[in-house]
Nanobody, 122 residues
Framework: QLVLVESGGGSVQAGGSLRLSCTVSGYPATMGWFRQTPGKEREGVAAVLLPSSAPSYADSVKGRFTISHDYAKKTLSLQMTFLKPEDTAKYYC??????????????????WGQGTQVTVSS
């Protein structure tokens, strides 16, 4: 059993930055950030196999978002820069004890946080 708690969401103007954090109660093998807007499926944003593999990013956020993990603090972060209105969504942190070959697929994750809202205005 893993417990995940996100923080750091909020409202920002287009072009701005936000940093999301997710504290996890244990040491999963794969963690990721996902987002969802009403009426749409949850989509993978960024993910990483732990403790230190190369991250995976959705094409829509490459070059703008950076995922990182602090193993000692058991914290996953998502630094979001050059935010766009289309980045507006509820963002979720997720984890699994499995090492995933497709870490941006939400269906393979078992443990989820409660989500944090990110709103980007134009």
């Amino acid at each position: 059993q893993l417990v995940l708690v996100e923080s750091g969401g909020g409202s920002v103007q287009a072009g701005g930055s936000l940093r999301l954090s997710c504290t996890v109660s244990g040491y999963p093998a794969t963690m990721g950030w996902f987002r969802q807007t009403p009426g749409k499926e949850r989509e993978g944003v960024a993910a990483v196999l732990l403790p230190s593999s190369a991250p995976s990013y959705a094409d829509s956020v490459k070059g703008r978002f950076t995922i990182s993990h602090d193993y000692a603090k058991k914290t996953l972060s998502l630094q979001m820069t050059f935010l766009k209105p289309e980045d507006t969504a509820k963002y979720y942190c997720a984890a699994t004890y499995r090492g995933l070959s497709l870490p941006l697929e939400p269906g393979d994750y078992i443990y989820w946080g409660q989500g944090t809202q990110v709103t980007v205005s134009s």
